[in-house]
């Protein structure tokens, strides 16, 4: 990452410079440079292309497990769900997910009246036995 910077900031700074102010050697930077890109990355490159046709064939539906398990079924494919994950996050694609439903538990009447605030909102007794309170909680079996 800090090698990418200088290369791209090498047409207004010396290389020098750059290297001293990001704290990496001048040495280190050329051989990053004649390196090259790693398998992996190229890898990464292909199966990137595999993961955009599986997921563009979803409807752009699928999330990392399923896109996994299609590259796997249909593709023979190995390649672990993180993995996977990675690459469509790289890409700035994501699965859709369902919104869980709520379930609702009370359903009040408009046309009932509400209860009487007998305590005024004064939680707080003077004396013992002077207020009593209650709260019903439901419980299903």
Same mark, same amino acid.
């Given at each position: ?31 990053? @440079?004649? *390196?090259? =890109? ?7 490159? #292909?199966?990137?292309? /595999?993961?955009?046709?599986? %997921? ?44 869980? @439903?709520? *379930?609702? =538990? ?7 009246? #509400?209860?009487?605030? /007998?305590?005024?909102?004064? %939680? ?18």
């Amino acid at each position: 990452m800090k090698f990418r910077l200088i290369e791209a900031e090498q047409a207004a700074h010396a290389i020098l410079r750059l290297c001293k102010v990001i704290g990496v050697t001048r040495a280190g930077y050329y051989a990053w @440079k004649g *390196r090259g =890109t790693s398998q992996r990355e190229r890898d990464d490159r #292909a199966l990137q292309r /595999l993961i955009r046709e599986v %997921f563009a064939g979803s409807f752009e539906i699928y999330g990392a497990p399923r896109v996994q398990a299609e590259l796997r079924e249909d593709y023979g494919v190995r390649v672990g769900r993180k993995r996977v994950a990675r690459l469509l996050r790289a890409m700035g694609l994501a699965g859709v997910s369902r919104r869980r @439903k709520r *379930r609702r =538990t009370t359903v009040s009447d408009p046309a009932v009246p #509400a209860a009487p605030d /007998l305590v005024k909102r004064r %939680f707080q007794a003077d004396r013992p036995n002077q207020l009593w309170v209650a709260d019903i909680e439901r419980h299903e079996a």
